[in-house]
């Protein structure tokens, strides 16, 4: 049986995270891996590097290296690795430790994948030799494809989706990633036997916890795929596609369950880029799980479609213990809000943030998007006002980034809007994608960045002002 190690690259120097959870990438690719016959391992590195630290072990990767992680390499001696790099920041560590891999033990062959690999892959693989291959966007069906081609022969690497690779030439060729899973349900249930959930834990005691509930993690679910709106900012479409592919009710809610009775599990957050795009659908999952009996809460931190908010909807979702969402107000301004690629209104925000109020309980997380080429004063200053009239408990002020592969990446280059130079080689380095809110890299053609960073610290200081502690993640 061929032996797969699944790696989980470690963090940046710039963004440490006390807490940490459990990463649903490497766990939904080391279950299809098993279902086809693949003994799979997996290390989190990046959870291992927290505990360390939490333990007061500053982190060094040299040595963890050549320390714990080449014992476990040398005593199980897998076939393959896989390294899982959750956003772009990540990426230099996950170079750093392919380096030191194919150092140690040059035959083993690096894959690698997630959101960065995706957006950059042909030129990383040209440039690095530290990555054997990459495998672009959603990967459970495609990974199984690509090892059938390799370790048994079935198949050519040209015919595998989304995969790049170097030819017996040494010449890269990257193939599309044309094909996207169409039934979710049909995947199996993320490996969570594969971690050690206690390693996942942390201080929860300050949470928001109407239900007076035991827990000590979230666990994150990801119920739907991908999302149709296509904000030009946004740079989903690359990984997962741009069409909605939702699981079923009932599938969504057999996860759950299986969390909540089988692991004891009773907090979780919906990961979902949009849960509520199909309204029927979030109401069912909602009924299911107080038809099941799960007293549990849950929360939506990364975004819920206001266009289907509703009476009906936001009740069945608090009856089911939902507490807490993240909401992509983006502007205040209607005109900006069209000119990033979304339909929604201003009446619609405050029309869902009217039903909101009524439920004392639920912290709502107004998200919005600052310093697009064509934010004004004007438009700075209706989003001011948004703030103020939605009354928002927390507020994430965000600055426009150009992501390349975007349509806003191609404005700004048509436009010349950056603030800077941006390097036109080794873009995958370029750290204005990696840390991206301190300094704005767009220049609004009526503003200079610096108004954009005045608004948000005004901002920011008169949400504090209003109500201390306001801005604060989940307490
Ligand atoms: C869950 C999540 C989190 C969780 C992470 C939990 C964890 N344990 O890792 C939390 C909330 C902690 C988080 C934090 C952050 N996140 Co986050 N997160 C997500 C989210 C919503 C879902 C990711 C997920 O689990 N998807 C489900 C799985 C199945 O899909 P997937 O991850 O894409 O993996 C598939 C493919 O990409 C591929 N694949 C992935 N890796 C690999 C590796 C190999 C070898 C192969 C073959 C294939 C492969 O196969 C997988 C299965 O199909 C995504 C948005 C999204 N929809 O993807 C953002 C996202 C990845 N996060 C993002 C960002 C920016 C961050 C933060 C930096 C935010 C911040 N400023 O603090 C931090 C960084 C955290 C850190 N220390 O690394 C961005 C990344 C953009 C970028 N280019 O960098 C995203 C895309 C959101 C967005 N639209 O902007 N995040
Ligand atoms: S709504 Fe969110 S996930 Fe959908 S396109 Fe816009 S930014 Fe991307």
Not at 392 to 421: E, I, M, Q
Request: hydrophobic share 40%.
């Amino acid at each position: 049986m061929k032996r797969i190690l699944l790696l989980n690259a470690p963090g940046p120097e710039f963004l440490k995270f006390e807490e940490s959870h459990i990463p649903l990438a490497p766990l939904y690719i080391a279950s299809s891996l098993r279902q086809h016959g693949y003994e799979v391992r997996y290390i989190d590195v990046h959870n291992e590097e927290i505990l360390m630290e939490r333990a007061g072990t500053a982190f060094d990767l040299e040595a963890y290296f050549t320390g714990s992680l080449s014992e476990r390499l040398s005593a199980w001696a897998p076939d393959f690795v896989c390294m899982f790099v959750h956003f772009s920041g990540r990426f230099r560590p996950a170079v750093k430790l392919a380096t030191l891999l194919k150092a140690a033990m040059p035959g083993l062959p690096i894959i690698t994948g997630g959101i960065h690999p995706t957006m950059f892959a042909v030129d990383i693989m040209q440039d690095m030799s530290c990555f054997d291959y990459i495998m672009k966007g959603e990967a459970e069906a495609s990974l199984v494809e690509f090892f059938a081609a390799y370790f048994e022969g079935k198949g050519s690497f040209a015919d595998v989706d989304g995969l790049v690779y170097r030819d017996a030439s040494g010449q890269v060729v990257g193939n599309k990633k044309a094909k996207f899973i169409e039934d979710l349900d049909a995947l199996p249930f993320p490996a969570y036997d594969m971690v050690n959930v206690k390693d996942y834990s942390y201080d929860t005691s300050k949470w928001q916890n109407p239900r007076n509930l035991d827990f000590d993690m979230t666990y994150h679910l990801i119920t739907s795929r991908s999302c149709p709106i296509g904000c030009v900012f946004c740079s989903l479409f690359m990984v997962h596609g741009n069409r909605f592919r939702p699981r079923s009710p009932k599938n969504t809610v057999d996860e759950i369950e299986h969390l909540y009775r089988d692991y004891g599990q009773s907090y979780f957050s919906i990961m979902d880029d949009n849960f509520t795009m199909n309204k029927r659908r979030a109401v069912e999952i909602a009924n299911e799980i107080v038809r099941r009996n799960l007293v549990i809460q849950f929360d939506m931190p990364h975004g819920m479609f206001l266009e289907t908010v509703d009476e009906e909807l936001v009740d069945a979702l608090v009856r089911a213990g939902w507490i807490r969402a993240s909401v992509a107000v983006e502007t205040g301004s209607d005109a900006l809000r069209r000119t990033m690629g979304k339909k929604l209104t201003s009446e619609q925000i405050y029309r869902a943030f009217d039903i909101f109020k009524k439920y004392e309980h639920l912290r709502i997380n107004g998200c919005f998007v600052l310093g697009m080429p064509q934010e004004t004063r004007e438009t700075l200053g209706e989003t001011f006002e948004m703030i103020k009239r939605l009354e928002l408990k927390n507020l994430a002020l965000h600055v426009a980034t150009p992501f390349p592969g975007t349509p806003l990446y191609d404005y700004c280059v048509a436009h010349n809007c950056f603030s800077r130079k941006v390097p036109q080689d080794k873009l995958y380095y370029c750290e204005d994608f990696y840390w991206y809110s301190k300094t704005p890299l767009i220049k609004p053609f009526a503003l200079e960045v610096e108004d954009i960073i005045e608004f948000r610290t005004m901002v920011y200081s008169y949400v504090h002002s209003q109500d201390k502690g306001r801005i604060a993640y989940r307490d």
